[in-house]
């Protein structure tokens, strides 16, 4: 039997079988919505009118509890008023809202649920119920709420922790890495670190990217730059991240900046490398000795026999270059053993006079030599023969930097020397000094020179000219009366050499390194100290408070900007460092100069200052001092700023 018609399913269904399919699809739905998600309807008030079981759990109410409660009955008040707000004008305009809410159970715990509000309209377009869906989330929130600590702590480290993706480009850059480094985090997201960081050597670098994809983890060291294009030495530790599968994502490293402490070591090393060629030197130096006294014992005896001129000729020429060597031999021991001469009292003026007159009579015309020195010049205790040597060694060295001609200046002065200046300078004490300054108009000596000049052999010029003793053999001398030397040379302008050499004491004279008390006072003028070593912000605190200042401290700029915005109309005077890491002296300048205009400003720096006088966008800064500078040159330059 074959039928034939339309089949059920094509059969238009009567206005009541549609009801009840709909009626039934609807209870199908919320059968299913109810066993997926935290469901609520509330009329157009908020009031709950049904929770299911879901509901029921997460928030710790019974349903009784919950039917016929104001939503309030699990606001957790985390949530802004402007929240609640977006919340209820989107529902009551009749649109969906859509967020994630903080909300609390009966028991005062907190959980979150993304939610979802739907509004009920009708005829007129009304809401007159709402329906809230939710998802409980609060896991996810807990985990980005321990990785927001954890970066919080990350940021706490000194070091610099980054995170790159296989292609180096950057995922995360710390507080330290921008301390470090000077950019910040949002400047360098998604950038290429190599390119960046300009990391050196290549070869290493390379061999790093190898060895963390095949053992998974690195170390080493790198040079890289920093923002302000300086080079600074990190000690790098790579680990290689992998994802679940065990395949690699990202590369997590710490750089530790070590820049200073292996300066520090290379000092070090300078120093015991000083030591062993000093005691090699030393060592060969009285053999020769031993060689060439019986040399020139023979001489003397076969001058006496030799009777022909020729003979006699040749025998002084022999004399003469072997007392050459005898005197190179002094030298070379003089450096090596230290020097311990007769001490007298010593007028350094008669020194510099006669020093001026050897060298105008023996250096060439195109060189220009100027003195100056006071007639009430300290004495001091010395060995005037060595001290002359001191001296013409640096002259020498000045003439033969200035092959083209020039200009040496010798100039001498009284200058008390305290604890100030003594933190600045590692090799000086505190005390009364007569300096002795040699400067000349030459090329300057870079600041790579500038470290290695006073070792011993090492010499700039040719072999047969510098025998790479002179600068060593005079800080030998100087140290050995107590002094110290203070170079200071600009690229282009000149090198100038001061010889501190400490004065003898005289009755009546004060003591040496005491504070003077005849120096400005301070009137309880607030003075904001900004400089990143705490030897100098501790003893210019000490001295400033001494002088009746109050002070303010910063270790860098940045916490100078924060201290400045709390007591902008107390400070009297900001006294900066012009070298400091991470927020230098010329940037914090220009940021205090934006919160006030009329910020009075004392900058110091130990590279010289004329380097910074000619940045136009310095022009504020009132006085310029010279690191490192004494407790008169501070107050003086105080008082000068405060009186006018
Ligand atoms: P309120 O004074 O209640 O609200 C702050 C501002 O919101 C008011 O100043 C007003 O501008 C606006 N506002 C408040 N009530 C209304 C209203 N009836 N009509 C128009 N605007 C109004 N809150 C939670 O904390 N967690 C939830 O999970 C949650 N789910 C909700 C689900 C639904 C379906 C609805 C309708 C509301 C929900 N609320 C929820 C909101 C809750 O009703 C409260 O408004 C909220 O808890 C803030 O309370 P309050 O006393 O701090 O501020």
Request: charged content about 25%.
């Given at each position: 039997?074959?039928t034939?018609g ?18 039934k699809e609807?209870?199908?739905?919320k059968?299913?919505l109810?066993?997926?998600?935290i469901?609520a309807?509330?009329?157009?008030r ?8 879901k509901?029921c ?7 009784e509890e919950l039917l ?5 009955i ?5 949530h ?22 903080k909300?609390?159970a009966?028991?005062g715990?907190?959980y979150w649920?993304d939610?979802?509000i739907v ?12 329906i809230?869906i939710?998802?409980?989330?609060t896991?996810r929130?807990?985990a980005?709420?321990?990785i927001?600590?954890q970066a ?6 000194q070091d610099a922790?980054?995170v790159?993706?296989l292609?180096h480009?950057?995922?995360f850059?710390?507080?330290g890495?921008?301390r ?6 949002d400047?360098?997201i998604?950038k290429?670190a ?15 990217n190898r060895?963390i ?10 040079r890289?730059l920093?923002?302000?294009?300086s ?6 530790r790579?680990?290689?991240v ?14 530790t ?7 520090m070591?290379?000092q ?16 060969i130096?009285?053999d ?11 001489i003397?005896?076969?001058q006496?026999k ?14 003469a270059?072997a ?8 030298q070379?021991?003089s450096?090596a ?9 010593v007028?350094?003026?008669?020194l510099?006079?006669e ?5 105008r009579?023996?250096l060439p ?5 100027n ?5 009430d010049?300290w004495l ?6 060595q001290?002359?040597q001191?001296?013409?060694n ?6 033969d930097?200035?092959?083209e001609?020039g200009?040496i200046s010798?100039?001498?002065g ?26 000349d108009?030459?090329?300057g000596?870079?600041?790579?020179m500038?470290s290695?000049?006073?070792e011993?052999?090492?010499?700039t ?8 003793l002179?600068?060593p053999?005079?800080?030998t001398?100087?140290?050995?009366h107590?002094?110290?030397i203070?170079?200071?040379s ?5 090198s100038?050499?001061?010889?501190y050499l400490?004065?003898l004491?005289a009755?009546?004279t ?5 504070l003077?008390?005849d120096?400005p006072?301070?009137h309880g ?7 990143d ?7 210019t605190?000490?001295t400033l408070?001494?002088f009746?200042?109050r ?8 916490e100078?900007?924060a201290l400045?915005a ?7 005077v900001?006294?900066?460092?012009m ?9 914090t300048i ?7 205009p009329?910020?009075?400003i004392?900058?110091a720096?130990?590279?010289?200052t004329?380097h910074y006088?000619?940045d136009?966008?310095l022009e504020?800064v009132?006085?310029f001092?010279?690191k490192p500078y004494?407790?008169?040159k ?5 008082a000068?700023i405060l009186?006018?």
């Amino acid at each position: 039997m074959t039928t034939s018609g339309p089949t059920p399913l094509e059969t238009s269904p009567s206005p009541d079988e549609a009801l009840e399919r709909s009626l039934k699809e609807l209870a199908d739905i919320k059968f299913a919505l109810d066993q997926a998600a935290i469901v609520a309807i509330t009329d157009q008030r908020g009031i709950i009118n049904y929770a299911n079981d879901k509901f029921c759990q997460i928030s710790q109410y019974s349903r009784e509890e919950l039917l016929g409660q104001d939503h309030r009955i699990i606001n957790s008040a985390y949530h802004a008023k402007e929240f609640i707000r977006d919340l209820w004008t989107t529902i009551a305009g009749g649109k969906v809202w859509h967020g994630e809410i903080k909300n609390r159970a009966k028991d005062g715990t907190y959980y979150w649920v993304d939610t979802t509000i739907v509004p009920f309209l009708n005829e007129e377009g009304k809401p007159y119920q709402y329906i809230a869906i939710r998802s409980d989330i609060t896991e996810r929130k807990r985990a980005e709420e321990r990785i927001r600590e954890q970066a919080a702590l990350l940021d706490q480290a000194q070091d610099a922790i980054l995170v790159r993706d296989l292609n180096h480009n950057i995922l995360f850059w710390n507080k330290g890495a921008e301390r470090i480094y000077g950019w910040l985090a949002d400047e360098v997201i998604s950038k290429n670190a190599t390119v960046l960081l300009a990391t050196k050597p290549v070869a290493l670098f390379e061999e790093a990217n190898r060895a963390i994809l095949e053992k998974g983890e690195w170390t080493g060291e790198f040079r890289q730059l920093r923002r302000d294009g300086s080079e600074i030495v990190v000690e790098s530790r790579w680990t290689l991240v992998r994802d679940e599968q065990g395949g690699p994502t990202s590369i997590l490293i710490i750089n530790t900046d070590i820049t200073e402490k292996q300066r520090m070591e290379a000092q070090f090393l300078r120093a015991q490398r000083m030591e062993s060629i000093g005691t090699l030197a030393g060592g060969i130096a009285h053999d020769l000795n031993n060689v060439l006294s019986p040399i020139l014992m023979a001489i003397d005896m076969l001058q006496l026999k030799a009777n022909d001129e020729a003979t006699r000729k040749w025998l002084e020429v022999l004399r003469a270059n072997a007392s050459r060597g005898a005197d190179m031999v002094r030298q070379v021991l003089s450096f090596a053993r230290g020097v311990s001469g007769e001490r007298v009292a010593v007028q350094p003026r008669h020194l510099i006079k006669e020093i001026v007159k050897i060298l105008r009579e023996t250096l060439p015309k195109s060189i220009e030599i100027n003195f100056l020195v006071p007639d009430d010049l300290w004495l001091i205790s010395a060995d005037a023969t060595q001290i002359h040597q001191v001296l013409m060694n640096l002259c020498v060295n000045a003439r033969d930097a200035m092959a083209e001609g020039g200009a040496i200046s010798i100039h001498a002065g009284n200058e008390v020397v305290d604890e100030n200046y003594a933190r600045m300078h590692v090799e000086a004490n505190p005390g009364r000094f007569v300096v002795i300054s040699v400067s000349d108009t030459g090329p300057g000596i870079s600041q790579e020179m500038q470290s290695r000049i006073f070792e011993p052999f090492f010499t700039t010029k040719e072999m047969a000219k510098g025998t790479g003793l002179g600068l060593p053999t005079a800080l030998t001398i100087v140290k050995s009366h107590g002094g110290f030397i203070n170079l200071y040379s600009e690229l282009h302008k000149g090198s100038k050499f001061s010889v501190y050499l400490p004065a003898l004491d005289a009755p009546g004279t004060a003591a040496a390194g005491a504070l003077q008390t005849d120096l400005p006072m301070g009137h309880g003028e607030l003075i904001l100290v900004v400089d990143d070593e705490e030897s100098i912000r501790e003893i210019t605190r000490g001295t400033l408070e001494t002088f009746g200042y109050r002070v303010l401290i910063a270790s860098e700029g940045t916490e100078a900007l924060a201290l400045y915005a709390d007591h902008k109309n107390e400070v009297a005077v900001v006294l900066t460092d012009m070298m400091m890491p991470f927020m230098d002296g010329p940037a914090t300048i220009r940021a205090l100069q934006r919160m006030n205009p009329a910020v009075r400003i004392v900058a110091a720096s130990g590279f010289g200052t004329s380097h910074y006088q000619t940045d136009a966008s310095l022009e504020g800064v009132e006085i310029f001092l010279d690191k490192p500078y004494t407790a008169e040159k501070l107050l003086k330059a105080l008082a000068q700023i405060l009186k006018s």
